[in-house]
């Protein structure tokens, strides 16, 4: 059974930085492609990043390219996401998922197992 528990949540002024975590548990995840995604409230689950866990290729979404960096401690089995320069428009519930296949793949729905999420909120 695939486990996802994400922290490092919370609340921050416009500009600033927080570091995301997403410990996994339950199998060997070579094979896999670990994402984060975000939601606010009425809007549908947006894509932010993902990471290929064997050899570490990353893909980002354009919105928070040079600002956000993935990347994973495969010892730990952690997934991490470090944001700067936050913005206004960063704020929600940062979710951690994985899936197999291939990695340049944005779509929710494609993304097999999930975390229970974390808030983020970023205020002037």
């Known amino acids: 059974q695939v486990q996802l528990v994400e922290s490092g949540g919370g609340l921050v002024q416009t500009g600033g930085s927080l570091r995301l975590a997403c410990a996994a548990s339950?199998?060997?995840?070579?094979?896999?492609?670990m994402g984060w995604f975000r939601q606010t409230p009425g809007k549908e689950r947006e894509f932010v990043s993902a990471i290929s866990w064997r050899g570490g290729a990353t893909y980002y979404a354009d919105s928070v390219k040079g600002r956000f960096a993935i990347s994973r401690d495969s010892a730990k089995n952690t997934l991490y996401l470090q944001m700067n320069s936050l913005q206004s428009e960063d704020t929600g519930v940062y979710y951690c998922?994985?899936?197999?296949?291939?990695?340049?793949?944005?779509?929710?729905?494609?993304?097999?197992?999930w975390g229970q999420g974390t808030q983020v909120t970023v205020s002037s």
């Open positions: 998922a994985c899936k197999v296949g291939a990695l340049r793949v944005p779509r929710a729905s494609a993304y097999e197992y």
């Open positions: 339950g199998r060997t995840f070579n094979d896999y492609v």
